[in-house]
């Protein structure tokens, strides 16, 4: 059974940082890239950032492009997303996703894509 956990969400005023953490269990997380994605209240889900299995491409946002970094450590089989200089529209639930791939260097920026999808993690930035 796959599981997907998300953690650190939590309340932070804006221009500050979170670290969020999705941890994998149930699959090779080492074969699956990863993908990060939020949704506010009456809005679409939204792609924000993706990664590789090999870690070595990324691929983000513009809206969140030189304020987030996502990375992973396939020994711990955590993915995590880095979120710096925090803006109220930053607010919503923010999910992991994962999707298998036989490429190391290939990642998905579609929700479609996606195999696995954890249960979200809500950020809250307050102005």
């Known amino acids: 059974q796959v599981q997907l956990v998300e953690s650190g969400g939590g309340l932070v005023q804006a221009g500050g940082s979170l670290r969020l953490s999705c941890a994998a269990s149930?699959?090779?997380?080492?074969?699956?890239?990863m993908g990060w994605f939020r949704q506010a209240p009456g809005k679409e889900r939204e792609f924000v950032a993706t990664?590789?299995?090999?870690?070595?491409?990324?691929y983000y946002a513009d809206s969140v492009k030189g304020r987030f970094t996502i990375s992973r450590d396939n020994a711990k089989n955590t993915v995590y997303l880095q979120m710096s200089s925090l803006k109220p529209e930053d607010t919503a639930v923010y999910s992991c996703?994962?999707?298998?791939?036989?490429?190391?260097?290939?990642?998905?920026?579609?929700?479609?894509?996606?195999?696995?999808w954890g249960q979200g993690t809500q950020v809250t930035v307050s102005s």
């Open positions: 996703a994962a999707v298998p791939s036989f490429s190391g260097s290939y990642y998905a920026v579609s929700a479609n894509e996606y195999r696995y």
């Open positions: 149930g699959l090779t997380f080492r074969t699956y890239a």
């Open positions: 990664i590789s299995w090999s870690g070595g491409a990324t």
